[in-house]
Every structure is written in structure tokens, then in C-alpha cells.
């Protein structure tokens, strides 16, 4: 029980980075709320804890609690473990939890049991074998006949007759005779002899006196015998009746009643006081065994239990940090057995290898294997929803710094979307760089794994999005990330060798995730979700999130398309005019989908006319509208679906111009377009043609990477023909002589490492097109 409370305590005293809240003097601290919040978790979770109802439980407990936790500040930590020990096995609960675990460990056929009942055991076998014994010796013991009363006896008759037949009638000397026998049966063996009968005369009778003058031959000796224990209180087998030379039925010659009432009642006594002894020997043994018990149980089970309901509380990995040790206050330190001692800093050390374990795989797998479950290579298809998060611009945040300061940023980061996923019941299987990979329903089951998945992402933004890191150059870079959200078929399990393995994801649905993450830098979005995501739990999506529609792709790889929803926030914690344009947009989507691009055309620019009445540039409307100028223009075929089929994973999206973007795979005259650009570093040309004061010499550090035909071709260009970073030189010239020919060349003084040119439709250049590298 205590040792149970020690753990509570730490988990309780923990904050939310595994941290210790502690006193001046290094003891842990507790604050009221958490009390009553252990309290009421009890009460609600563990009803196999207490034994009556809850209400009434709550009856008795709560005046005290009150009385007890009274505080001005009840976050204020003033609580130490000795006070929550006592706070808690005060109450009610307290003390049923005492008994339940009382019970518990009697029910259990442990080793503290089975010592128990075999200290019992042996108590009792020792106890019943020494009474036994004695009982035994008692009625095999063979005392000695005493033959001194007959002999003694004998020697009077003779007397007597002699004296009888030689006519003497002074019976001093018998009767001085008789005196001593009757005095030595009396001092040592405290007998009183009651009357003497010498050859069939009455020498002594006590009722009469003693000794007589004159022997009586008339009376009846067994008559006599009759009346004398009639008349006695004495019990008849405290009398005993001798007799010589026969014995005492007939035809003897003398014959002596003796009391020996006394000498019965003192052996009694003496039997009283034996037995007595006999008991209180039997109780200190009893005594000595159960404290030499008590020793061996301090020694060696009581540490054994303590290290077995540890290890059992290791099989929960939020337990398996809270290593401190409980304080000694409650008594002197055990002295534990050697072994033992090893044992526990074996223990210790599988603990902290087990916590370190945890770091590197997710502890709902460590905690399958705790169970004993032997971990094979093999996956399951399972339905899950998957994460994607990635850093944006980790580059540029970290150009110029040292990598322990690179170190730290991910960390930090890393750390806030660790939290983000726990908090909503995912499991974060892999750092990939800085992007992360998280999972929900899988290997753990969770209700509402879409709804949470997507909850982690707005998580994510709103614990970062305060996150400022100075670059080297002493630039502010404000951190944020991508997040991208599927929810679909996905095989999990183990993954590699059979001797080395870790447990991972395989399947679309992992690479389409991470596909939407990549798209967020074309839409200038943070959180892109697949319609699969939503569809999931729609309603509580819809309650809870702020969503619209932002395009209908074709991811590379995938044929299939995916409709692809922003996430803008939370519902309610919103803008209501950003709540209102996430409508209009939607709306304006199912127009475009449905061909009525007049219409859609409106309502998108009514929606970006809202962000910019908040100084803000919304890409996923302002692309749609431009398609829609486009497709007026020129309408789609018949067989138009509305996809915009990707051939790449990553973009670079140009800022806003007065030059209109041409529908997906179509230009504004009907021809090919250019859809992706990729802004390369070139190697500098060591050529002599290429100066230092060419426009578009070797000194260029990036080159517009064509990966469609233009319409009217470069020069020397082939179609589809990817330019290498080492033909930078050639590239350049090439662009100059396009732009010197054709007048669109770089007109002012900008520097190409911040501008570049793209082909327009009719093959002139527009220039100052900013591009944002990869």
C-alpha cells in the first residue's frame, strides 16, 4: 500500500516534462488540487477499491478532505509524501484500499503467503509435537513401587504379637513405635494416617485420639474403613488402604487407612504450574519463530515483494521514470540480503535501460513485449489515420548555426509535436529529418482517430507558432510546419530482418499523407488534409474544425484522385469572417467541380477579397479563380473531371503577379504550359565567354529548370530536358540571349539571387518572379 502511494505520489508531483516540483530541502512537493484530483480519479476509476457505495464514501470523505487540504492557494505545492500518507489513510478510501490490498495479498499464492502459512504450520506442529511428548511421558512413565508403608507395617504386627504373646500390657513402647510411624508419614510426605489395625487388633484410631491404651479386637476394620470416608470430604481415590500380609480383601492380618488428600492436591498444583510452563515456553518459541520470521521477511521477502509489484508497475511505461526512492521516514532502512542487493541494482539498471528503451521505440510496442509477447516480422492491415508534420524553412532557420544550436531548435520542436501526438492518444513512429511520422489507431486503438488526428495538427500550430529562432546572420525566422492528414488502409507491423526490426507502416496511404504535407507549400497552407479524413467522423469534424475544399489532385504516383481540404481551425476559436469565407469558398468549389465557372469565378474573388481585407494573400482561391478565368476563356473537354494530375512532390509557388495562371495542364492560347519550375544552384562558370558584367553570367546562382516543353522552345532545348547544375554556364547564356532577343531580359539592377525569369505563354519572359527555393 504504501509503496503503491509513493508511486502515485511521484506520478501526481511530475509536471509535464517529467520534472520534480521540490522543497527548499529536495523532498517532493504536492499541491491540494492534486490531491483531490487523485481523490476523485479513485473514486470514478477504481470502484474494486472500496467496499461501499461511492455516495456514501463521498459522505465521509469530503469534511475531512476539506478540513485537511485547507489552503488559500490550491496550486500552491506544500504537500510532502508523510502528509499525503496520512491525508489519504484517513479517509474512508484510504482505509479500503488497505483492506483490499490486505486481501489481496492473502488471496495470492506468493511467497509472503506461503511463508506465513508455513510459519504458521510450523508453529502449530511444534506446539502440538511437545504436548504429545509430554502426554507420552506421562503415561509411559513406570514409577517404583513404595513397599515402606507394608514393610513399615509388617515390623508393627510383629511387635505387637510378640509383645501380645509374652502378656505385656504396657503398650507404650507400640504405641511410641506407632507415634513415628504416623509422624514420618506425615512431615515429608504430608499423609495422615487415619487408624492401624496389627494382627486383628485396633492399636491407632484418629478419630479417637490417637494411640490406644488398650487394642480394640471388636471392631470391623472394613466397616470402619466405610464410615471414616463417609464421613470425610476427601475423595476416595485421595485414600489409600494397605494391608499385610494379603491384599486388603480378606483373611489379612493388619491393614492401615491412610488421607493423602494433601499430597493429591499439591501434585495437582505442580501439574497446573507445569502445564503453565509448558504453554508460556510454547508461546515465546512461538514468539522467537514468528520474530525470526519477521527478520527473514525484512531481509529477504519483503524486498523480493517490493521488487515484484516494481517490475509489475514497470509493464506501464508512464511508471517506468519515476525511479526516485521513497523516503525512510517511516523507520530505520531494511538491511536487505546480498543477493537481493543484486538483484535490485540489476533491476534498477533493466529499468533504465527499458526507459531508454522507450525513447527510441513507441512505448505502446514496449509495452507488448513487457507481457512477455515475442516480437516476429509480419504486419496487419488495419485502418489508421497518418501525420505527416515538417519544419518549414528548417534550412533557412538554421544557416550559419552551430549544430548544437541545430540540435536544440529540433529538439524543441520535435518535443511540442511529441506532446501534441500523446495528448490526442497517437504514437510517433519516426523522426525523418525534421519532418515527423505519427500515427492514430494503430498498434492502439483509438474512437475517433481522424477527428484526432487532425486536432494534433492544429496542436501543433498553435504550440509552435510563437517559436521565433535567430539565424546566424542575426535574422528573425519565425518557425511553423506542414502538416499533412490521410486516413485509409495501411498495413502495421514489424518491418526488416528477422534478427533486426522496427515497427512501421507500409502502403498508399502513408505516401499520399505525405504527399498533401508537400502540398501545402503550393497552396501557402499549413494543414491539408484527403476527403478520406473528413468523411471519418464528419459531424464531429464539422463541430469541432473549420475545413474547405482547396483542389481536386492526383498525387505523383497515385492515378486515383484525392480531393484535398484545408483545415483553417478550431470551430469557435475563430474569426467569423475566416468561418464565413471557409462557406463561400466551399461553395464556390462545388461550382467549379460542377463546370459553372462564371459563378465559382465570383465567389473566389469574393473570398480572396476577405483575407485581403485582413492584409492577407489566400492561394487556394486566388488559384481557383484564375482557372476559372482560364477555362472561360477556354472551356475544358467534355471529359474534363476537374483533376490537376501533379507530376512532382514538391513546389515553389510565385508571389501574387498581375500575370494570370493558366488552368491546370492548359495556357491561356491552348497550349502547353509550364507547370513546375525548380529554382537549382549553379556551379560557377570557369568559361571565359561568361564575365563578371553578363547580365546572366557564370556568377548566377540559380537557373529557372524547365520540366515541361514551352511552346516555342528555348534555344538548344530540347522537350523535356532537364538542365544540370554543371551546364549552369551554357544555361545562363541562354537565357540572356532569349531575354536580350526578345526584351524581357533583367532590365534593373536586381541581383539574380533574389529574382528570376519565367517563359510567358507567347515566349517572352516576365520578369521579378519570386521564387521560394526548395
Known sequence: QLRRLWRVFLFLEADEKGKHKESKDGRGMLSSFDVKVFYTAAIQECPHLFFCERLLLLQRDVPRLEVALECEDETRPHIDFDTFDRIIESTELGKNMVQFHTNEVEQEEGVWTLTKRLSDRTAMKVCVGILLLISMVSFLEVLPEDNSVRLTLAQLTAVAREERQGGITDMSYLCDQIGIFVDRMRN????????????????????????????????????????????????????????????????????????????????????????????????????????????????????????????????????????????????????????????????????????????????????????????????????????????????????????????????????????????????????????????????????????????????????????????????????????????????????????????????????????????????????????????????????????????????????????????????????????????????????????????????????????????????PSRLLEQRCVAYLKDPPPADWDGVDRLNKKTFDVPAPSAVPLAAPGMTSAGGPRVVSMTVLPLVPCASPSCSDSDDFGGTAERIIHVREDLQSGLPGSQGNEELEPATGCSAALRFCAMCDNRGGGNTDDTPMSEEASIAREDGSFAPHQRFVPI
Open 188 to 619: 515429608p510426605q504430608q499423609h495422615k494416617v487415619l487408624f492401624l489395625f496389627l494382627d486383628g487388633f485396633l492399636h491407632y484410631d484418629f478419630d479417637r485420639g490417637g494411640c490406644l491404651d488398650v487394642p480394640d479386637n471388636t471392631t470391623d476394620v472394613l466397616q470402619r474403613a466405610e464410615e471414616i470416608r463417609a464421613q470425610s470430604s476427601t475423595r476416595n481415590t485421595e485414600f489409600t488402604w494397605i494391608c499385610w500380609p494379603v491384599k486388603c480383601v480378606e483373611n489379612f492380618a493388619s491393614a492401615c487407612l491412610v488421607d493423602q488428600s494433601i499430597e493429591e492436591q499439591n501434585h495437582s498444583k505442580w501439574a497446573v504450574v507445569t502445564i503453565l510452563m509448558v504453554i508460556v515456553l510454547l508461546l515465546i518459541f512461538v514468539y522467537g519463530l514468528n520474530q525470526k520470521i519477521r527478520i527473514f521477511s525484512g531481509k529477504l521477502l519483503q524486498p523480493l515483494q517490493t521488487l515484484l509489484d516494481d517490475m509489475s508497475a514497470m509493464a506501464c511505461l508512464e511508471l517506468v521514470h519515476l525511479d526516485k526512492e521513497m523516503p525512510t521516514s517511516k523507520g530505520k532502512p531494511v538491511q536487505v540480503a546480498e543477493e537481493l542487493e543484486h538483484l535490485q541494482t540489476a533491476f534498477k539498471g533493466m529499468r533504465s535501460a527499458i526507459r531508454s528503451w522507450s525513447k527510441y521505440v513507441p512505448p505502446c510496442i514496449v509495452e507488448r513485449f513487457l507481457t512477455g509477447t515475442e516480437a516476429t516480422v509480419g504486419v496487419a492491415r488495419c485502418h489508421a489515420t497518418i501525420l505527416f508534420a515538417d519544419i518549414v524553412d528548417f534550412e533557412v532557420a538554421c544557416k550559419g548555426l552551430l549544430p548544437d544550436k541545430v540540435l536544440e531548435l529540433l529538439t524543441n520542436v520535435f518535443g511540442c509535436i511529441s506532446d501534441c501526438v500523446s495528448k490526442r492518444n497517437g504514437v510517433l513512429l519516426e523522426f525523418i529529418g525534421h519532418e515527423v511520422l505519427a500515427v492514430f489507431n494503430t498498434p492502439s486503438s483509438v474512437k475517433y482517430h481522424a477527428l484526432a488526428g487532425v486536432l494534433t495538427a492544429l496542436d501543433i500550430h498553435r504550440v509552435v507558432k510563437d517559436r521565433v529562432q535567430v539565424t546566424a546572420d542575426d535574422r528573425e525566422v519565425v518557425i511553423s510546419c506542414y502538416c499533412g492528414v490521410h486516413t485509409g488502409q495501411t498495413l502495421a507491423g514489424n518491418i526488416g530482418s528477422h534478427r533486426r526490426m522496427k515497427y512501421g507502416l507500409l502502403g498508399d496511404s502513408i505516401n499520399l499523407a505525405a504527399r498533401l504535407k508537400g502540398l501545402n507549400s503550393r497552396y501557402q497552407t499549413q494543414t491539408l488534409v484527403s476527403s478520406n479524413v473528413l468523411a471519418e467522423d464528419k459531424n464531429r469534424a464539422k463541430l469541432l474544425t473549420i475545413t474547405r475544399p482547396v483542389d481536386c489532385v492526383a498525387v505523383k504516383g497515385k492515378s486515383e484522385p484525392t480531393t484535398v481540404h484545408q483545415v483553417i481551425g478550431y470551430n469557435g476559436h475563430h474569426d467569423p469572417q475566416m468561418t464565413q469565407a471557409a462557406k463561400i469558398h466551399t461553395e464556390a468549389f462545388e461550382l467549379y467541380q460542377a463546370r459553372h465557372f462564371k459563378e465559382a469565378m465570383e465567389k473566389f474573388s469574393e473570398v480572396s477579397g476577405l483575407y485581403k481585407s485582413r492584409g492577407e494573400t489566400d492561394e
